[in-house]
């Protein structure tokens, strides 16, 4: 690693890109809107830029569009780089929908640039390759969505069965136990998750999912609360409560609506809670949900100014 200086299938030409500090926006940050974008930072000068760089590349190739490059340089580009705090290079950041899903820094082998891009894949909702249950956890999760969250899970443990390191099937056991009402079992599970799987998107996404539904017990009356931020529409607290319990009552929008003012009166507050909170909102959903994408391009425009 070298500390940085202080100055379907798509067309194999569409797949990897350089860009630039004016076209980040529309090249990243925007077309992560329609597939997982993963981001090289490099510098001619860096020796191990250039080992990375092509592995990275066959990789990025070898997925048939289910995630796409842009390769920055540095030199060139050393806002973008401040404001993503890269200190060092080589480094890679994958973005989804507007923002950082995964990233790494420093050469690797080509054994983990596949894993890395089959998690940047999955995180973008597509399917990494050479996996022979995507069809039953397919099935599964269609059970789920139909209300049988018992046979689900029974799915789910039979696919575990046969893959104790099955991400997909680990995540969609703990979403039945929230379905379920059995929060305590649900965390059991994402507790006892194998450790190589433990920071998947996959459960990444229940961690979240569980952490809403926890704070849902604890929210207050959205009456009240809608009140006190009227009468004090700078009490951020308040704000944030109204946004908690806006969500536990099922208004999911309402409460994205919320947070995204909160922040854009003091994105720092309380650790960056509000954009913490979006952060839970937006993985608990489906990637492709049009509360997820509006409101990601809205905190995107919000951050990248």
Known sequence: ??????????????????TTEAGFMADVVEASNEVPIIVDFWAPWCGPCKTLGPLLEDAVRAANGAVRMVKVNVDEAQAIAGQLQIQSIPTVYAFYKGQPVDGFQGA?????????????????????????????????????????????????????????????????????????????????????????????????????????????????????????????????QARFDLALALHANGKVQEAVDELLILFSKDRAWNDEAAKTQLFKIFDALKANDPIVLNGRRRLSSMIFV
């Open 1 to 18: 690693m070298i500390e940085l200086s202080t100055g379907g299938s798509t067309p194999a030409a569409d797949l990897i890109k350089d």
């Open 108 to 236: 690797l082998p080509q054994s983990e640039i596949k894993a890395f891009v089959d998690r940047v894949i999955a995180a973008g909702g597509g399917q990494a390759s050479g996996d022979p249950l995507a069809e039953a956890v397919e099935a599964a999760e269609a059970m789920l969505e139909e209300g049988a969250a018992t046979d689900a899970a029974q799915t789910f443990a039979a696919i575990l069965g046969e893959n104790e390191h099955h991400a997909a099937a680990y995540a969609g056991l703990v979403k039945c136990h929230i379905a379920m009402d059995d929060l305590e079992q649900a965390e059991a599970v994402l507790n006892g998750a194998p450790a190589e799987i433990s920071t998947s998107p996959e459960l990444e996404a229940m961690h979240a999912q569980l952490e809403l539904a926890q704070q849902a017990a604890q929210a207050g009356p959205v009456s009240e609360l809608a009140a006190k931020v009227e009468a004090e529409p700078d009490n951020h």
